[in-house]
């Protein structure tokens, strides 16, 4: 690898981590100092279980990030801070237990309440990150790059909907939907931990 001791005015990178598969542009402010730009993108198939429910999942990580690089020791390493501009979201859809659901503790048949659906989102869409690396963006030639830190995105955010079914008596179609209150706030309580999303990621810049 080229140059990887030395700064340049600007340099450009691929990787891959957690956050997704994404890219980054790089320009020197200072000898130790640079700014970094870029986007990240991932979309997958999970499962999310919750105290009553089990839901298919379908995370969607789209993350922009504006970086500071700060490397007072030599460019091999670095630390990292800033802000990730997030709309990550998992989209979720409930699967009844059988031939019922138990929402918030209550039992009902699952031809009463229909289809189970929501979205959990990320309680900040900005996102502050702290993190150490390996490399810089903008140092000269072609060199790996790497990220370790995590993004305090907040606790995330839980709505979901209940269609009743067609034959679903309008009373018993209200006691479902504040069921389905409790149930997304069960949803939420099980994935706060979330709100420290780690991010880790490899990849290669070209410096120039």
Do not use: H
């Amino acid at each position: 690898m080229a140059g990887a001791g030395v700064a340049s005015a600007a340099g450009v990178g691929i990787r891959v981590g957690t956050t997704g598969i994404g890219g980054d542009v790089a320009w020197d402010l200072v000898p130790t100092l640079s700014a970094r730009v870029g986007y990240s993108y991932l979309s997958f198939s999970t499962t999310v279980d919750s105290t009553d429910v089990k839901y298919d999942a379908k995370p969607k990580l789209s993350n922009g990030n504006l970086f500071l690089d700060w490397a007072p020791f030599g460019p091999f390493f670095r630390f990292t801070g800033g802000v990730v501009l997030n709309d990550n979201k998992v989209d979720v859809t409930a699967q009844p237990n059988g031939a019922t659901y138990t929402l918030g503790g209550v039992t009902y048949p699952a031809a009463a309440v229909g289809t189970l659906s929501g979205t959990v989102k990320a309680g900040n869409s900005a996102a502050p990150y702290l993190g150490i690396g390996y490399g810089r963006v903008a140092g000269a030639g072609v060199n790996l790059y790497g990220d370790l830190g995590v993004m305090f995105q907040g606790s995330p955010k839980a709505t979901l909907t209940a269609t009743c079914g067609p034959a679903t008596p309008p009373a018993l179609c209200a006691q479902i939907q504040a069921s389905t209150v409790t149930e997304a706030n069960d949803l939420q309580d099980s994935i706060r931990n979330f709100k420290y999303f780690p991010v880790v990621s490899i990849g290669v810049t070209i410096g120039f």
